[in-house]
């Protein structure tokens, strides 16, 4: 039986964008909102802008706009916030980054200089190729505590009534769910001790979390992906998504695959490079740090395929991603595909794919979709994992016991009807018999 819809909450008074990391994607998303708001470009590739909603029948040819049809946060009712190890502010940081020409981050300049990072909770251990000079000190309760003292004295300084939280920090090394992760318990213990294994990115969504806000991870870091995190979470009725923004190579593999499935045609092997030259791209050149993308990247293909279910088609499959640091090509990144794929009577294909892609230009919108669709989850009354959002992600997080489902079509098929369900419409199967057999 579906559950009755939530009422929601008005989005009144100003939503705070909550950012560790203040690097390519960061200052993509930021500098791109203030570009938006004075009509220097447009909001492609988000959703909650752009998207529309089909309602009801298909003859009805009713198709809002989503952010006319569920109540979201204005642009300009947003305001962000950010910690770096790196001392520089949003407009320095943008030049850094190489994304956005420097013409329009010039024009922009006034408002991205008024974004100084806060001190980081950093740790070099979990991020090797990095030297933070911008740091937080103090026991790991204590930086958490200092990064709960940033959000609210952030909150009071602009009065925003509410505030989303989006990890946009580095990738931290490899780690995997340990006892001090197993409860909320055992984490605050682990705090309370100092306990070193705890990952900086941690210590942010604790103090998200511990204050009701909402949290999404677009790195491959456990952080939320534990079962202290969902447990805070849920106490303190805090919606969470995760991990990994689902952009490039990953983007094209879960758009192709499911495609490749439904014809049930068969794949031998699927070979992606990837050469890209940001500063993601050398954390990433550690072999700790790329352990961490290397799981969440291989993870898409076996719940889209099913090579249990298909044992033909594709249990011999051979996948492998690589990612080469190559500085000449900043944040341009290009991403190749060599595919193997075999149909009728077992004859061999091939699908080559060269995707000469702007990683930050696809994650930006991205960013925006969390952060709205985050707090409209949050004033909708709904807490813990939000499913629906995988749609954005790589890597998604599930409740205990459930598979993630990969397929961008299911993922944006959730997403849609989810919203559907949220303002008491009709969910859409795309039956349709009644139109054509009478
Ligand atoms: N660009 C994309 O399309 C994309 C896609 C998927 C995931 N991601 C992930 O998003 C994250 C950001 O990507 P990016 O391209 O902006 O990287 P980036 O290197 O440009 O920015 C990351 C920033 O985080 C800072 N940082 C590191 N540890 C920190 C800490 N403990 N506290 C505060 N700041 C810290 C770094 O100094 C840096 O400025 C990375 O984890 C990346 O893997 C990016």
New binding site residues.
Partial sequence: MTQAPPSIAPASGKLAILL???????TTFIAGIEAILQGLGRPIGSLTQMGRVRLGKRTEMKVPLIKEFVPLASLDDLVFGS????PDNAYE?ALK?GVLEPTLIEKLRSKLEAIQPWT???DQKF?QK?HGTHCKRGTRRALAEQIGNDIDAFLKKTGASRAVMIW????EVFTQSGPHHASLAALEKALDHDEQAIA??ILYAYAALTRGIPYAN??PNLTVDIPAMQELANQTHAPIAGK??K??QTLMKTILAPGLRARHLGIRGWYSTNILG???GE?LDDPQSFKT?EVSKLSVLGTILQPELNPELYSDLYHKVCINYYPPRGDNKEGWDNIDIFGWLGYAMQIKIDFLCR??I??APIVLDLALFLDLAKRAGLKGIQEWLSFYL?SPMVKEGLYPEHNLFHQEMKLMNTLRWMMGETQITHLGIDYYQA
Avoid: H
């Avoid at 560790?20 to 960061?26: D, E, I, K, Q």
């Avoid at 910690?83 to 790196?86: N, Q, T």
């Avoid at 946009?168 to 990738?171: A, I, K, N």
């Fill in positions: 560790p990391g203040l690097g390519a994607v960061s910690w770096d190890c790196v940081a980054a980081a909770a950093f991020v990095l946009c920090g580095s990738t900086p990115s677009g790195a990994d923004f952009t490039g940001n500063r993601d954390v993308k990683d930050s696809l994650a790589k």
